[in-house]
């Protein structure tokens, strides 16, 4: 049974950091791309970073360039998305995904 449990979401003010993780069982996870989504009630799903199963790479979006970082621990079997900065444009549930598969979603709020 593939299972992504996303955590670490919260209500913060604008500035403040968090970190998220999406921890992954059921499917041989350090053979994956792992990749952060959010999304905001109406709008569609947006990818916000990516990082490669082989050799690491990472892709951000412009909006989080240079404030959220994503890493693996392929050990644990889970990813991490640390968000430094926040802005009020961050709020949104945020998804991890692997393999096709979705995490339930953690939100994060962040106050202005």
């Known amino acids: 049974d593939v299972q992504l449990q996303a955590s670490g979401g919260g209500l913060v003010q604008a500035g403040a950091s968090l970190r998220l993780s999406c921890a992954a069982s059921?499917?041989?996870?350090?053979?994956?791309?792992v990749g952060w989504f959010r999304q905001v009630p109406g709008k569609e799903r947006e990818v916000v970073s990516c990082?490669?199963?082989?050799?690491?790479?990472?892709y951000y979006a412009d909006s989080v360039r240079d404030r959220f970082t994503i890493s693996r621990d392929n050990a644990k079997n889970t990813v991490y998305l640390q968000m430094n900065n926040l802005k009020p444009e961050d709020t949104a549930v945020y998804y991890c995904?692997?393999?096709?598969?979705w995490g339930q979603g953690t939100q994060v709020t962040v106050s202005s």
């Open positions: 995904v692997a393999d096709g598969h």
């Open positions: 990082i490669n199963s082989i050799d690491g790479r990472r």
């Open positions: 059921g499917f041989t996870f350090d053979k994956y791309a």
